[in-house]
């Protein structure tokens, strides 16, 4: 036995073949229809005969020291599995033939071949030849076919076979391949390595099999485009730059690498290697141009593959698609059917080029034209996104013929479900929400409006003190249109008579944390150009005589109103126009905004929210939002507009210091309640003895602020049975949410969508150059409202978060920018990645973050909570199967709970405080 090195691309399909990973990628089948007589012995002689004949299909690989080394050639006897297909349905002898095919061959036993024969008739079979992209590729098993029908005609006449071409031997690449390595690596450093559309992961399948979809392209369609472009490029390439545009429309990215199969001429070989080339396109190009910067690469002396990864990324040997995630192959035709010795043999199917890429586009011929084939990962994409792009590809086709000069990002591909107003219409006039409250009031004036513990307050009891406050306000010399700073010690019933008054008065409400820092405090004070504090509750802030205020006055349970500070000096108005309410944005991109809002604004959004989801007396609804943000308004307001009852959490059974939530909404028999998810999260995960089984009143849970997983989806649909969960989205520019989507039972998708626009709000998603995107493509959400706040009406607000356009017009929000990381040359989706980790077993929540270590190199570190005992290791190996290499997070760090803000989100700076440590572990955790 002879020993020798195996190639490097050898050495990476050893590797994938002993971790298992993407298993389906590395064999290459050839399946044949035999027709007629068939002579099982000569057959079985002829395939022995292609191990004889091809010393490829003789050798194996073992295991030195934990490396391959290619041992042989043996000559070792083929034997032929026989199977009787003969009352076997239609689908079940595919289900055979999938598995032959996908059952594992051994790389340390000679041949690398299996050879299945199922009998259908007598006159009727099938034969199915499975080898190893180690050492067989696709073109190869071509000839091997070729083979196959010169060996089975010439036995069953009793002669020796004579054969046309070459044996199957190692092909390398030539000098000139490896003197261009140099420019090739320049070229594609800083490339995105994984653009392709964004997987929206069809659960609940885990079928990890390739599927594929298709469409005919008439010869008259493809001859037309070669004279079109015939001083650009060839057809070929044509087609491959269609492809890359369509790529960049369907995945927001307009730097990608795009993976090609390279055949060397004049020799035939087992390792079929893939080119990668860089298409950039960032600076939006006419496509008669992208089709000439392509033609120019493809042209330029091949560098293969492997040369690339051991140089670019050493670490991604293992990976299926190096390089890039995406391909674009001109395959060959199938073998013409052969008729040998009365027997016609038809090539059924056969193994293709780029099956290590998860998103392939294919044009094959047949009869005279051709068809375009998307060959994806079943288990990473679904076939309505298959079906979108397919579409936009057809329609890109059209439309370069038509407009071949028509620039990458401006182009339109699919039609929109729905146009958009040239204009922003008018904001219509509405009641203020103090008038939809009074009428609330007035139509039930004893019905329970408050209730926290064994205490309540009437309709009438909140009219009675908002009054009161009002009264209190003018007093002091309030004028309408002068803020009102309402600094709440506790969610007493205070507050939400405060809130009532400051507007009856004409004020400006806002909302002050005590929990800030004293310059921020007084900063937004004096920004906000406060006239009064209004402190409700018993406790009295130390800060209070340092506010910058004129006026300072208390609005206790017990002891009513006090007036610590009075001063006559009117303030500055905040507004030439009437405003509702100040709040400030969280400063995590820079300085906190002042957003201003509308009195006609807010009562949009309250009115559409009762009248949409019925909200009515009798609701019980709980108040969980943060009072430090916009969104409290429509936690409170919604409710009282409506007539129903507003229930205040005791103590700070909101977070998770108190594992009591669940058990509160149970007894308070709550029906409509909205949350965060981070937030909802911890109290799922901490139960209480007196938690109720389920939640069986509660019949409207909304959420908003983060993505909303379907995981956690899953989790709240078993706790409150009856209830419908409803995603919100929106900015606080423009006014609380301008997008819903009802979350339909069972969907099992990896992260809900943001829906569709509420009334009068448009959203939707644009290309870099301002294009609307058409269903499937990814682009920055954009929303137009009539009813943004002051600073933004009648513009169109640009949000930093990215989206893909749905079929139905919908918008799937992947999130803002800094959701993605760069590791290892792959743009990842933070948000997709945990929300995969929260599909796992034995994970109750998850968050992943990009961490640095000392040296300055990224790495992906998953915060995991557990709801049952799993490892690292196996969590890290699931994720293997959906993700590529460098989206695997290196390190999983188990932990009791997430932390969550104030506002109840996802508290990222203190995860990353706390876990600073994480990088220095020499292995993962």
């Not at 937030?679 to 109720?692: F, I, K």
Request: charged letters at 20%.
């Amino acid at each position: 036995m002879t020993f020798a090195m195996p190639s490097i691309a050898q050495q990476r399909f050893w590797a994938m073949h002993q971790t298992r990973l993407h298993a389906g990628s590395l064999a290459t089948p050839l399946v044949v229809e035999l027709r007629g007589p068939l002579d099982r012995k000569s057959l079985e002689r002829a395939v022995h005969a292609l191990v004889i004949r091809h010393e490829m299909l003789r050798v194996l690989f073992e295991s030195s020291n934990g490396l391959p080394r290619r041992c042989g050639p043996e000559c070792v006897r083929v034997e032929l599995e026989l199977a009787d297909g003969a009352n076997r349905s239609r689908d079940a002898v595919e289900a055979w033939v999938r598995d032959t095919i996908s059952r594992p061959l051994r790389l340390d036993r000679a041949p690398i071949l299996r050879a299945a024969l199922l009998q259908l008739r007598d006159d009727e079979h099938l034969l199915v030849l499975v080898s190893h992209r180690a050492v067989v590729d696709a073109r190869s098993m071509r000839l091997l076919f070729d083979d196959l029908t010169t060996n089975y005609a010439a036995f069953v006449c009793g002669e020796r076979p004579i054969f046309a071409e070459p044996a199957i031997s190692e092909s390398r690449p030539g000098d000139e391949a490896m003197h261009d390595l140099g420019p090739r690596l320049t070229e594609l450093l800083g490339a995105n390595y994984a653009v392709a559309p964004p997987a929206d992961f069809p659960l609940p399948s885990d079928d990890a099999a390739r599927r594929c979809r298709s469409f005919p392209l008439n010869r008259d369609q493809l001859m037309g485009l070669a004279d079109l472009f015939i001083e650009d490029g060839p057809v070929q390439v044509v087609l491959m730059a269609a492809y890359a545009q369509v790529l960049a429309r369907f995945s927001g990215d307009y730097d990608l690498t795009l993976a090609r199969p390279h055949r060397r001429q004049g020799s035939v070989g087992p390792f079929e290697s893939s080119a990668v080339l860089r298409v950039n396109m960032t600076d939006n190009p006419p496509f008669r141009q992208l089709v000439r910067r392509l033609q120019t690469s493809t042209a330029r002396p091949h560098v293969p593959v492997e040369a690339l990864l051991v140089e670019l990324r050493p670490l991604d040997t293992l990976e299926d698609g190096p390089i890039a995630r995406a391909a674009f192959d001109f395959a060959d035709a199938h073998p013409s059917p052969v008729e040998r010795a009365g027997l016609c043999m038809t090539v059924r199917d056969i193994a293709q080029s780029c099956a290590e890429y998860p998103f392939v586009l294919r044009l094959r011929p047949r009869g005279t034209g051709h068809v375009v084939d998307l060959d994806y990962r079943a288990h990473s994409f679904s076939a309505q996104l298959i079906d979108s792009f397919l579409d936009a590809y057809r329609a890109l086709l059209v439309r370069i013929a038509e407009y071949p000069d028509g620039r990458v990002q401006d182009v339109p591909l699919l039609p929109l479900r729905h146009t958009f107003p040239s204009v922003t219409p008018a904001a219509r006039k509405y009641p203020s929400v103090c008038e939809l409250v009074d009428r609330a009031i007035a139509a039930a004036p004893n019905a329970p409006a408050l209730v926290k513990g064994e205490r309540s307050w009437s309709y009438g009891d909140l009219a009675r003190l908002a009054g009161e406050t009002a009264e209190k306000l003018r007093s002091l010399g309030h004028r309408p249109g002068e803020t009102v700073a309402i600094c709440p010690t506790a969610r007493g019933f205070e507050l939400y008579a405060a809130l009532l008054g400051a507007w009856q008065a004409g004020g400006i409400i806002m909302m002050v944390n005590s929990a800030l820092p004293p310059a921020q405090r007084t900063s937004m004070l004096e920004r906000a150009r406060a006239r009064t504090l209004l402190i409700a509750g018993d406790e009295l802030p130390s800060w209070w005589s340092a506010v910058p205020t004129a006026n300072v006055v208390v609005l206790a349970p017990d002891r009513g109103w006090s007036i610590l500070r009075e001063k006559r000096s009117p303030a500055l108005p905040l507004s030439q126009e009437p405003a509702a309410y100040v709040f400030f944005t969280s400063g995590t991109t820079g300085t906190p905004k002042a957003l201003l809002g509308r009195h006609d604004s807010l009562s949009h959004f309250v009115l559409w929210q009762r009248d949409e989801f019925a909200v009515e007396r009798g609701d019980q609804c709980a108040q969980l939002t943060s009072l430090f943000t916009d969104a409290v308004l429509r936690d409170i307001f919604t409710p009282l507009i409506s007539g129903a009852c507003l229930h205040v959490p005791p103590g700070r059974a909101l977070y998770s210091d108190e594992p009591a939530m669940l058990g509160w909404l149970g007894r308070s028999r709550v029906t409509f309640a909205h949350t965060m998810p981070s937030l909802s999260s911890l109290w799922l995960g901490r139960r209480a003895d007196d938690v109720h089984a389920t939640l069986n009143d509660l019949r409207l849970l909304f959420f908003s602020g983060e993505p909303l997983t379907g995981a956690l989806v899953e989790r709240w649909h078993a706790m409150a049975p009856h209830a419908e969960l409803v995603n919100l989205y929106g900015t606080s520019e423009c006014t609380m949410i301008q997008a819903f989507h009802r979350v339909q039972r069972n969907a099992r998708e990896l992260l809900q969508p943001a829906g569709k626009g509420i009334p009068d709000a448009d959203i939707f998603a644009l290309t870099p150059s301002g294009t609307p995107c058409g269903p499937g493509e990814v682009g920055q959400v954009h929303i137009r409202t009539p009813y943004a706040t002051l600073d933004y009406a009648g513009r169109i607000f640009r949000t930093e978060d990215r989206a893909r356009v749905r079929r139905d017009g919908s918008l799937e929000v992947f999130g803002r920018a800094e959701g993605r990381a760069r590791i290892r040359g792959i743009d990842v989706d933070l948000e997709q990645v945990s929300a995969l980790l929260a599909r796992q077993a034995g994970v109750r929540t998850s968050a992943v973050m990009r961490l640095a270590d000392g040296a300055g190199d990224a790495h992906l570190v998953a915060f995991v909570v557990l709801d049952a005992p799993t490892s690292a290791h196996e969590l890290r190996c699931q994720l293997s199967k959906l993700l590529p290499a460098a989206a695997v997070p290196s390190h999983v760090v188990f932990l009791h709970q997430l932390p969550v803000t104030a506002v109840g989100k996802l508290d990222r700076h203190q995860l990353k405080k706390e876990n600073s440590h994480v990088l220095s572990n020499p292995t993962p955790s």
